[in-house]
């Protein structure tokens, strides 16, 4: 065949394959992709951590504090939708994902019944009596959606490791004054935590929020163990699930972020 021919015949061959690529569709049966990763772009860090950068200890943590207490605040009724957005599954958009069980459920189904989910206050709304104000009682960065019945469970339980395994929630453990998470959600817990201790200072008439290394705090401003928190933070780092929750709270509604989840070292480089 000469070269002409050969030519003309892959130019055919390469026509009729774009033309099958349009024709074929692409199977409906295959799976979504996963929620992409919403790290802060660099030129975004370097603006809004500005003041904190080079800093360490307690004058990172009063920078932290500074940049992060810049926040729209939403009453306890609107966190009901801001949930929905912010804890949204990647592959059903009508579901949230709960936090301890790791459950996918509708978003409408929620409120105080048996198997609906609630809005859990992953530092204990009572360790500091801030209950459900305005401020630190409707933070986002510390609520998420929960099946009641585990909710209760974990009440306002310091966090630790051991205990009995939680019934309806594989991978929970929970005894009389500590609850351990689900790994998979380990660093999430305490940079919420670490987070919550950083935000809120004794400023805006609340208590002044810190971790300690202890449980059974009571009603006291303190949250533990911070050892352990620490641990499950090095162990299970920001997920592109984590990395976009904290995405939607700056960009939809909060216009604050969680320092750790954005720059993990920073918690070492406090506590």
Known sequence: MSRSRR?????IALAAAALLAVAVPTSVSAAPAPVPSAALPASTASTY???AEGRTGTALKAALNDIISEQNRLSYSQVWDALGDTDEDPYDPDNVILLYS????????????????????VWAKSHGDFGTRTGPGTDLHHLRPTDVRVNSIRGNKDFDNGGSAVSGAPGNYTDGDSF?????????????????????EGEDGFADLEPNDRVGNG?????????VLKQWHREDPPDSFERNR??????EYQRNRNPFIDRPEWVEAIW
Not at 102 to 121: A, C, Y
Not at 246 to 251: K, Q, T
């Open 180 to 200: 351990e998470p689900r790994d998979a959600v380990k660093g999430d817990v305490a940079r919420m935590i670490l987070y919550m201790a950083v935000r809120y």
């Open 246 to 251: 904290n995405e939607v709270i700056y960009n």
């Open 219 to 227: 009603s006291a401003p303190y949250h533990g163990r911070i050892s």
């Open 102 to 121: 790791g459950r996918s459920q509708s978003k409408s189904e929620h409120g105080g019944n048996l198997g609906d989910w609630n809005r859990e206050h």
């Open 49 to 51: 951590y500005a003041s």
């Open 7 to 11: 030519s003309a015949a892959g130019g």
